[in-house]
């Protein structure tokens, strides 16, 4: 069973730092892009930034030179730095990865999502 697990939420002051990571396990054959998302109460889901395989990245605009996704493909982990946070940054943070896998014998393209972790900035 694939699955993927956060964890390094928390509650912070507005201009601290968390590094939020999350790690894929089971029978992956390998993963494509990989990325965090986010939602506020009362808000959409929103994309904070994404990179490849290849590493190249992308930030939403409001976080760009305050967050540093980046990923270990040896340990299938994906990482985002987050310096700087404001009470705005306030959300449950989603990992998310694109991965073959392994089902049945069958190599199947699946989206997955971690089950979120809480970040709270508040004085």
């Known amino acids: 069973q694939v699955q993927l697990v956060e964890s390094g939420g928390g509650l912070v002051q507005p201009g601290g730092s968390l590094r939020l990571s999350c790690a894929a396990s089971?029978?992956?054959?390998?993963?494509?892009?990989m990325g965090w998302y986010r939602q506020a109460p009362g808000k959409q889901r929103e994309l904070v930034a994404a990179?490849?395989?290849?590493?190249?990245?992308n930030y939403t605009e409001s976080v760009k030179g305050r967050f540093t996704i980046s990923r270990d493909n040896a340990k299938n982990t994906v990482y985002l730095q987050m310096n700087s946070l404001k009470p705005e940054d306030t959300a449950v943070y989603y990992c998310?990865?694109?991965?073959?896998?392994?089902?049945?014998?069958?190599?199947?393209?699946?989206?997955?999502w971690g089950q979120g972790t809480q970040v709270t900035v508040s004085s």
């Open positions: 998310n990865a694109d991965m073959w896998v392994h089902v049945s014998g069958y190599l199947r393209w699946n989206d997955y």
């Open positions: 089971g029978s992956i054959r390998s993963i494509n892009a």
């Open positions: 990179i490849t395989s290849g590493s190249s990245t």
